[in-house]
């Protein structure tokens, strides 16, 4: 399809990436539902490593096989489908070319102790390549002591895809020894973990949505001289969106843990209001029986289109 | 031989590999007494590693010899003989072509206290092309805090694996400080190990048999909620299955330590019942004369071919 | 333009380099306002990396978007704008060929707790290529206890550099255990960092304007012993400009944190009188409006105009 | 010269390697008094680095040179002389083609004190290749909590050896924080070390002659149930030779400390009956003057004789 | 300029090198006031990086300029001109082919408190090549828990300076948590010292005057057992000669901290008398004014001269 003007503003905020990684980001904003919307609703299963196959699937059995969530994300007419190296693999090619994927390559599980969390990398922008995937997904714990290790392995990653013409999102979830629990989401900590995926390379960027907690003091101050609006979420997602380039990075949000439709609904609202591109979500799309994901997901891509 | 129906299934599962990876799978599915059953006994020999020559070999002393094995996987019609580089390189001319083999790439002794559970790389890749093996074995103990050592060397090679045609058998023993000892087979992080070695890209997973402990709180609410069947090793072992990609892979389970025939055979018809594709079966083989061995092997084998 | 005389004295110390070294250096000192003199002020931004992107531009909300920034060091004449790679990307193609680039490839953040000080990798040779930039920059912190990680992954950034005709720039700025705060800017430590940053094959060394305090006993002793000057920021940076190869490496200091402009043009005076090749100054740019950012950065080039 | 019937029988269990290998193995079991028998003494000298140059010459300062070794290794017959990187550099062109040479291509010293025993990497099979060597030698310390750093190291050594078509020779002498000081010699330990070696690919393995102790309450336990002979040193040999894959890999034992010449013929004459393969001394050949030192090598070789 | 019997003599222990290295060998041989006598007298100026500049060159504020150093190595008719990275690019066009040139590819610093002493890698065999020099130098401290670290970047720097043609000079300075403040520069240590570079594959090697104090227990036994004669700066400075391959390794000394002419003077004698093969002079040469640096080093040649 053509681009729209939206796609081809966003476009031009990629001006100095190759041809083949602006043809893979036009890939991902113009399939699905939200196709020329600018706007992004992306499916991710990757609950399976991070919190383990019974917890995540057991509500929901038809969801332990791979195949369920291609087939999903394609009836739910989202942008993309984000998994694993394993689940990719299983569906690649029985679906091949029916939804964007973007492998997600590196991961955690919950069954180590590990002093500074730092995710192990379980695949390559080769695997990307021969799985057919626009993208690739890597998450990052701004707040860790093993930072320089995890920005360091990105690096690598985002150069090999750029070369090669993959779009590269990043997972920046603020977590480790420099961070109060509580902090993890306090929306200085947010817009700082947007603007460092930014800083990284990163194509499109993934956060949690902020609370009202400030963490750090500097901050602190700084919030109170300019007198800066952080009440509604959708104010705060405001000030991250800005403190993404200005909003020249395409920056999502992520559903968080599963709850009622109505929350759901109502949190995208306000994250959509605040200017974000978009949503990613897992446990509150695969762990629905399969009518009640797509109507949820047609629900909030609805919400994106309106204020498209 | 020409493929059988549940052969063709077993390969629809693994559709985006190369032709290569796919060939060597058919030679481990369609050798010995199980071919073209779906199902697999593969003789696994690297005690003399792990535990030491003597107390592996001193019961049954012509096993020293490294040609003993694979006489005796062939002689028992097993699909596959598994052992470390020493062994395999011993034999590997000798058999050339007649045992499907299995390197295993990395290998640990009781000789060195190492904290957090990690085995050493030990061969290569390229040494398994080198001597005509089937696929590459590896070790990951999930629960240690070295595995991201241990996720990124294996995919390392896996990634090198799959480009040149081998299959990837991962045994995966969670271990180490993020599990008690009881939790090292508690039937969660069973269905656990054999997720992340899914996604990992494993072809072949091994695991131990369940046991009804839970290890994980936030498991066990699920188990209650949900009212999974834990009681038996036949309903543990379906819930493992179900766990590794809805039954979509391959997963066989290994027969631990020297027992009685009446127990190793009662144990392997429970895993047959819950849904096992076979098993891997070390000391309970080699410890044994050779004639009680083979016997063994083949009761084994016909519990298999019963079910399939 | 044609290289003036004191452009060709400052290149002859540079006559072991590659011309595709020593042209990116001329292009460099032949840009803005300064071309020609010798003299260097840069426009850096890295603050939203290293401090979070709403401490840094909250005060001028404009300066969240990268476009800002380029525009700002090509309105003022600066001689070259350095960013992170994000910032870089986000500008690179638009501003093409507009104003010399130098790609900062560490940097750090407030967020992790680090034991000894070590920024991250961040980007790579192969994109400060890729970017059209004229150098890289990287920031050491002797002092730290993970110095010879720093300086080794500086030699191997350095020698690509040069291999494909790129200038390095280091900001050498002593931290760590081995240091007291105070330490950090001692007028020792300075001249110290000056010299380990032109030993480790630098072409332009940034470092903080030195105190009188001195920091190491064998220096104190050495001072006293020799009756050096260091009362005035005159006469100290004149010891550090010596210290740095005797003048022969181009020499510029940071204009560190944000403060009124009388005291901006006074420190500058001093170090221009003592012979700096120029300054650096982010914050004191950036977070003033842009009609007051340009008036500021013209009044410090007049002040280098004069003494060149 | 054509092969004995015994050396053919040796190279046939080495059928999985090039003929680069096999041919280098032969280069060692052809030459010197012992050349056809399928015994071997080989002389090494690494003590210069591993315990000093003053400790280990003094007693017979002609031995500083490192053309002695050479020539008494030449004087003497022996299959080879084995000797750290500097040594058989110094030597090597002069002597060129007149005796095997085995470059050892790990080596520690005295002077450091390191928690977990690992040798230092100090040359490489690319210096073998170009020195004319047979075969690289390495040292593990099985035991030691550097084991995987150790095996890993020699996992990439072995593959590129072999691929180019040398021998390997490892040196496997337990030690470290799993093992007793008594343990480091017990029986048990011994035909572990053994083991390990061959899994790891050596092609030729040196352990030291092991004593009566039983370190592992396991293997004890086993000794005991089996009862296993180990009373006198051929006992035991006939253990360690039996579990280094059923006497199939050539084994062969150190010397160790300087002694009378009595105790180290009668230790010799235990281990040739024992099924030893040979004897590797060092010490009490290079310690003695070069004509007792001819005159017991010579001793050595003639007990091996006999028994071959 | 042909060569003459010792340079020749001195050469045929090269031997096993390729001729690019023998070639490097004589450059540095046949160089200077003491060219074809087999002695050597040297440059170094890495104190800007060890210790400082101000420290360094505060006495004679002209070598601040490394331009100072090429020409007062000139001036003096030394062999060879060592510094780190920075310094000899400064000069290495500006005084092409007109000195033979030592590239130190490791250095340390005052500033950084590092437990087990190591340097910093700061340049590479490829910087070497670039520069026209005909060695590379590179610092070891046996008695360091990072020892294998260093011997190890060593193996690889030497591996790949002999490929390519250059001489390997190692400065062996023991330090570290194996030895006491005195042990640093004991005779057994030197002797241990001298041999380690040796067997590490130095060409040459630079090592402390040694002191009459005997480290070990174990040597001090054996120098007691053999009567070693240890009492005189010549008698050690003999025995420490003899530790390295018998005398067949080029080994010089330093001069350490600047003292008297007079001292200095003396102290070469005895170096001299001894055997040393030349001097290594930095703080005694630079730190004095030209006219007397140039006098200094002419009356150390002259002592080198007489015993040549």
């Known amino acids: 399809m053509a681009l729209t003007d939206r796609v081809q503003q966003i476009l031009s905020w ?7 990684t602006q043809t893979n980001l036009v890939r991902l904003l113009n399939h699905g539902k939200l196709a020329g919307t600018g706007k992004l609703v992306i499916l991710p299963v990757d609950q399976g490593f991070e919190h383990g196959p019974v917890r995540s699937f057991a509500p929901n059995p038809d969801a332990y096989d791979p195949d369920y969530h291609f087939q999903l994300a394609l009836d739910a007419g989202c942008n ?27 991961n955690s599980d919950t069954l180590a102790k590990i002093d500074q969390p730092c995710s192990a990398l379980t695949a390559s922008v080769e695997d990307a390549l021969r799985l057919g995937c626009v993208a690739i997904g890597y998450t990052i714990y701004p707040g860790s002591g ?27 979830y603020p977590r480790g020894a420099g961070l109060s629990k509580q902090g993890e989401t ?33 901050h602190q101050k700084v919030f109170e001289k300019h007198g800066l609006k952080i009440e509604s979420l959708a104010d705060r997602t405001r000030l991250v969106v800005q403190s993404c380039f200005g909003g020249k990075r395409v920056l999502i949000f992520s559903g968080g843990e599963a709850k009622g439709e109505t929350d759901v609904l109502k949190e995208v609202q ?23 994901a797509v109507k949820l997901l047609t629900d909030v891509m609805d919400i994106y289109k309106k204020v498209s």
Chains 1, 2, 3, 4, 5 share one sequence.
């Open 14 to 20: 990629y001006s100095s990436e190759n041809p083949g």
């Open 80 to 106: 993309a489908y984000a998994a694993p190296l394993g689940s990719i693999e299983a569906g690649a090619s029985k679906f091949a070319g029916q939804v964007p994927l973007i492998l997600k390559v590196n």
């Open 146 to 172: 093993q930072r320089n290790q995890m920005y360091q392995d990105l690096r690598d990653l985002t150069i090999e895809a750029k070369r090669k013409g993959l779009v590269v999102v990043v997972w920046s």
């Open 186 to 218: 306090a929306v200085d900590v947010c817009t700082y973990a947007a603007t460092i995926a930014a800083q990284l390379g990163a194509h499109i960027i993934k956060v949690k949505p902020p609370t009202a907690h400030v963490e750090q003091p500097e």
């Open 270 to 292: 306000e994250l959509a209001t605040g200017g974000s591109f978009g949503s990613i979500m897992g446990r509150n799309a695969f762990q629905r029986k399969r009518g009640d």
